[in-house]
């Protein structure tokens, strides 16, 4: 497991899953910010479909773009994606971001 070659990999971080507040999203938001504010040379990649936050709040990634001006021009948000393209930003990332607040198993655990 162990073995698998980084250096072919971008400072990439991904997260694949539904924009929602059970995913994670909320929490997920300000570590983003402290991430990138740390590590200048990494980008984000958020792959999957935007929900609602709340009825007032009718886009979770509207929300995030807002919390997250600082950074937002490392962040990329592809909006949902097939499986072959899942494997691909697994494939070119050095981390996945799991941060579900419950979850019964995961298939993007299983994918990275």
Not at 30 to 49: S, V
Not at 72 to 89: C, N, P, Q, S, Y
Request: glycine letters at 4%; charged letters at 25%.
């Amino acid at each position: 497991l162990f073995s698998f070659p980084l250096s072919n990999r971008s400072e990439t971080i991904c997260f694949i899953g539904k924009l929602t507040v059970l995913k994670g999203m909320i929490a997920l938001t300000p570590a983003i910010k402290e991430i990138l504010l740390r590590h200048p040379d990494y980008k984000i990649i958020i792959a999957g479909r935007d929900e609602a936050l709340s009825d007032a709040v009718p886009s979770m990634k509207a929300w995030m773009l807002d919390q997250l001006e600082a950074v937002k021009d490392r962040m990329v948000f592809t909006g949902a994606v097939e499986k072959e393209k899942v494997l691909d930003i697994l494939s070119q990332s050095r981390i996945c971001i799991v941060p579900s607040l419950w979850e019964n198993y995961p298939n993007v655990v299983l994918e990275a």
